[in-house]
């Protein structure tokens, strides 16, 4: 996000995300293919390093960072970066935006992210109600546990469950190639909000079909991944495919909503001097949440049922989805600078400038939309001219 021009900074930092589902693809199609290998688990994990080298070795001819520069006192450095991305020498006004914020960010320091009031503490909400959020509507219990959960729902081989989760993981990465190419022009807030309404929705799909068609597999508290994916159930084949289709459109809203947009977001709306400490923050949180979700799987499912599961799903969706709408800013095609002065207006104790700042966003779409498309007119009419 520090080296993008704001024109396409979404897509760029999609990539990430383009990345993670391509791996999550590979990996189910590995499993697929060693399925019958035996001690196919071992080669999974050899495998698993050749991305990591490829990783680490990338790092070797990655740009600095223009912002990082400028917080080092670096001047001549971060304008001659700037140069070298821009494509051009014309960056003066781009360096004096970035001096500019820096100047009203120095203030800030690691503690005020930390404290839930003034400016700093709308930064920390959001950050940590997306990446908490994103955990809590059930999306890594259905990477990791996939095949188990096929399973329980009708896919009675473990070759077939696998192959249902590889239909999953293609729907994902297919997902995650069309966001990208239209990240910067929906736009953040509009993929979120429609993304997790249609995550609700699916939800609630597959908890009204299975309540009434599946007997949920009987395992222990105690039980393994291995245990529950041997459990059988009793489902319709309608139902089966129902379920499917839901899960696949559950998976498909999130790779628009929760699984594009997080990221991106969480890159713009942190100031420059704390941007790093801030996402790395962030992203502890992320990852904490993910792993007491995942954890407490097997025991909610005994508890409620998959059926039940979903349907708490379902709530929690419609949840997240008002916290987004209130919230979450637009911060398409606009510099890190301008949605940082925004941010840095806004407090969460002051739920009227919050709303001010979501409608002053819209508002600058709907301006920065009808300033293109009269640029675009006045070009016309000059060629016919």
């Not at 396409?8 to 019958?36: K, Q, W």
């Amino acid at each position: 996000a520090e080296i993008a021009h704001a024109d396409n900074r979404g897509c760029l930092v999609t990539f990430n995300e383009l990345g993670i589902v391509l791996g999550f693809l590979l990996s189910y199609a590995v499993g697929y293919a060693l399925i019958d290998v035996d001690g196919g688990w071992r080669y999974m994990f050899a495998l698993s390093a050749i991305p990591a080298i490829i990783q680490g070795l990338g790092r070797v001819v990655l740009p600095a960072s223009p912002r990082f520069l400028m917080v080092s006192g670096q001047v001549d450095e971060a304008r001659k970066c700037l140069c070298q991305l821009r494509g051009h020498d014309n960056v003066e006004n781009e360096l004096e935006d970035i001096r500019l914020s820096l100047e009203l960010e120095k203030s800030l320091t690691a503690r005020d992210l930390l404290r839930c009031q003034g400016p700093a503490g709308r930064r920390l909400l959001i950050g940590a109600g997306l990446t908490f959020l994103q955990q809590m509507t059930g999306q890594p219990t259905l990477l990791y546990y996939a095949p188990a959960i096929f399973e329980s729902l009708g896919f009675s081989s473990q070759r077939e469950a696998t192959l249902a989760s590889l239909a999953m993981g293609s729907v994902k990465f297919v997902c995650a190639c069309i966001v990208l190419s239209i990240m910067d022009k929906v736009g953040r807030r509009r993929l979120l909000l429609s993304g997790v309404a249609v995550m609700a929705l699916c939800m609630v799909l597959l908890g009204s079909v299975l309540s009434t068609d599946l007997k949920p597999p009987t395992t222990s508290c105690n039980s393994s991944i291995t245990d529950t994916a041997n459990a059988t159930s009793d489902v319709s084949d309608t139902a089966k495919y129902l379920s499917l289709v839901g899960l696949l459109g559950y998976v498909a809203a999130y790779q628009f909503g929760f699984g594009a947009c997080s990221w991106v977001i969480l890159s713009e709306i942190y100031p420059s001097t704390l941007r790093g400490r801030a996402v790395a923050w962030a992203t502890s949180l992320n990852w904490t949440t993910n792993l007491v979700i995942s954890a407490l799987f097997l025991d909610l499912e005994n508890w409620l049922g998959v059926a039940g599961l979903f349907a708490a799903y379902a709530v929690i969706c419609c949840l997240a989805w008002i916290f987004l709408f209130v919230f979450i800013p637009e911060t398409r095609m606009r510099s890190l600078e301008s949605i940082s002065r925004d941010l840095q207006g806004s407090s969460i104790s002051n739920p009227k400038a919050v709303l001010q700042s979501v409608f002053s966003c819209w508002r600058q779409r709907n301006s920065y939309s009808y300033t293109v498309s009269s640029s675009s007119n006045s070009t016309e009419m000059e060629k016919i001219s």
